[in-house]
């Protein structure tokens, strides 16, 4: 089976910088997505990491560790809008659905 | 170029009853999955539909039934509602059932059970 572990919840203040951190378990390893959900929408895909390091895309960057399970989203100069649930997620065996964490909801105050 | 739609985009029902919830993919896509997202929670996956097959399935009961249309576009049912229904269900499509297909969401449909 697989097993993805995230904080609850964080706050941050805008124009900050914040971590989201995620921990996976997974029964073979196909790469980890990150997705963005604003309230009541779709989830929105943010980056996939299959190899370990660090993949920067504008504000958002992600981290991969394969050998430690690990992986983070890095969010730069917080805007309000990026208040939202961040959900980590790995594929299913080789397939493209996903098993998600339950998500991480950032709250960005002023 | 439209991405993935579904149908309705709320609806109430009672215990007991049945519910079927639409979903057309984004162009080009040919792979349909089904995830049940309760408040609070991230999306569970229910099962995934390519080549008008049930190709995957996750954790859930027989209650839960799928088809796929030669267009594409899928339907989820429900039967025997349950309380515990009442969720966020997405419909998600990826050009391909490989794990490096991105899977494009779409905005759901909330199903509400009294």
């Known amino acids: 089976g697989q097993n993805i572990d995230q904080p609850t919840e964080m706050t941050a203040t805008e124009g900050a910088i914040v971590q989201i951190n995620c921990t996976y378990q997974?029964?073979?390893?196909?790469?980890l997505f990150w997705y963005q959900q604003h309230a009541g929408e779709a989830p929105t895909f943010l980056s996939y990491?299959?190899?370990?390091g660090l993949e920067e895309k504008g504000r958002f960057s992600s981290f991969l560790s394969r050998s430690k399970g690990y992986s983070y989203l890095l969010l730069k100069e917080l805007q309000m809008k990026d208040s939202a649930s961040y959900l980590c997620?790995?594929?299913?065996?080789?397939?493209?659905?996903?098993?998600f964490g339950k998500g991480t909801m950032l709250l960005v105050s002023p | 170029d439209a991405g993935v739609t579904q149908s309705p985009t709320h609806l109430i029902k009672t215990r007991g009853q049945q519910v079927t919830l639409r979903c057309s993919p984004k162009?080009?896509?040919?792979?349909v999955s089904w995830y049940q997202q309760a408040l609070g929670q991230g999306p569970q996956f229910i099962f995934q539909?390519?080549?008008?097959?049930?190709?995957q399935r996750g954790n859930f009961p027989d209650r839960f039934s799928g088809h796929q249309f030669p267009n594409y576009s899928s339907e989820l049912n429900v039967n025997a509602l349950l309380l515990g229904d009442s969720a966020l269900y997405l419909c998600?499509?990826?050009?391909?059932?490989?794990?490096?297909?991105?899977?494009?969401f779409g905005p759901g449909t909330r199903l509400t059970v009294l």
């Open positions: 998600a499509s990826s050009p391909g059932h490989s794990s490096y297909n991105e899977q494009f």
């Open positions: 997974t029964s073979g390893f196909n790469g």
């Open positions: 990491n299959v190899l370990d």
């Open positions: 997620a790995a594929p299913n065996s080789g397939y493209s659905t996903l098993t």
């Open positions: 162009s080009g896509h040919d792979t």
């Open positions: 539909y390519y080549e008008e097959e049930e190709r």
